[in-house]
């Protein structure tokens, strides 16, 4: 009996041409594929002129529909599991049935291509040596600047999925508590109105806040911060920082301390002991 296999097919973030001959193949010999958006998917495989049978596969149904494609695959079916846009999995369904695929020893095969976070991050001219994909961010602002938080000492590039509706909040929250690192603003990708723009945050919130409309899909790429880009404190800077700190606030040296320990990226037991290195 053929071995079930799901295959994770890569579909184009805007431009049709950007599918892979592998990739039609695939969704033109699989028996079935699972859509995010069977509707969606139509506009593709009538360009390809590709009828293979369709069935939804989206976050509502997932767990439901999971078991029913399992089934599926047990009995040797060829799946392929195809998202609206871009790479499924990637801020889109599929976790659940390519978990239960592993423990359950089915063949799963990725068939790679356009995701809007890649694409996005090699024009950001950011730098691409270490990136950490945020996906999208909370919509409320506590949320979100809590997040924010949690991302900001990350030693990486960020990158972020977002709405257009929301992108002002999103921005001014970024300049809130990311400063004003530099970041690129990813809009449309590989279709007709595609836009980078690239400048500070603070710049870039006052270049959208001068918009009438924001439309379209959005990826914000925003650059690792300088604690986070020098993670080796040196005890000698932090002792001098300690005294500087100490003249300039009149804090208790145990309070300068948190603050210095703050500031630099470090916890307060890490700084103590480099104060104490040097004594
Ligand atoms: N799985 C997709 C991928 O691999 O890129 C992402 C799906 S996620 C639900 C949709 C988000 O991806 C959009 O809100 C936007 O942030 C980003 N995105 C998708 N296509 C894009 C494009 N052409 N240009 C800019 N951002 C895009």
């Given at each position: 009996m053929?071995?079930?296999t799901l295959?994770?097919v890569?579909t184009?973030i805007?431009n ?5 001959p ?9 028996d ?7 509707r ?13 049978p369709?069935e939804?596969?989206h976050k509502?149904?997932e767990?439901?529909?999971?078991a ?5 695959l047990?009995?040797?079916?060829q799946?392929?599991?195809?998202s609206?846009s ?7 369904p599929g976790?659940e049935?390519?978990?239960a695929?592993r423990?359950?020893?089915i063949?799963?095969t ?13 024009g950001s001219?950011l730098?691409?040596?270490s ?5 999208f961010?909370?919509?409320?602002s506590?949320?979100r600047?809590r997040?924010?938080g949690?991302?900001a000492?990350i030693p990486?590039?960020l990158?972020f999925y977002?709405?257009?509706?929301r992108?002002l909040?999103?921005l001014?929250?970024m300049?809130a ?6 970041a690129a ?5 590989t ?5 980078f ?6 710049e870039l ?5 001068e918009?009438e ?7 914000i790429?925003v650059?690792r ?7 080796v404190v040196?005890?000698d800077?932090i002792?001098q920082?300690?005294?500087e700190?100490?003249?300039k606030t009149?804090l ?7 603050s ?7 916890t307060r037991?890490q ?5 104490l290195?040097e004594?």
């Open positions: 053929v071995q079930g295959y994770l890569a184009p805007g049709l041409e950007d599918i892979s592998r990739a039609l193949r695939i969704l033109r010999e699989a079935l594929i699972a859509c995010e958006d069977t969606h998917t139509a506009r593709l495989l009538a360009r390809y002129e590709i009828s293979t369709r939804s596969y509502f149904n767990e439901k529909r999971t029913k494609l399992m089934q599926r047990h009995e040797g079916a799946i392929a599991l195809v609206d871009g790479t499924p999995l990637v801020s889109d976790y049935i390519v978990a695929c423990r359950q020893g063949r799963v990725p068939v790679p291509g356009p995701s809007a976070a890649i694409a996005a991050l090699i001219g730098p691409t040596d990136f950490f994909f945020a996906g961010l909370p919509a409320r506590s949320g600047k997040r924010l949690e991302l000492a990486a590039t990158i977002e709405a257009p509706h992108l909040a999103s001014s929250d300049v508590v990311l400063g004003s690192r530099q603003i990813a809009r449309e990708l279709k007709i109105h595609e836009e723009l690239t400048g500070s945050l603070p919130l006052g270049r959208f806040q918009r409309k924001i439309q379209g899909e959005i990826v790429v650059e911060g300088e604690a986070a880009a020098e993670p040196s005890p800077s002792k920082h300690l005294e700190e100490i003249q009149g208790s040296r145990n309070e300068a301390l948190k210095v320990a703050r500031q630099r990226g470090i037991k700084a103590y002991r480099m104060v290195d004594d």
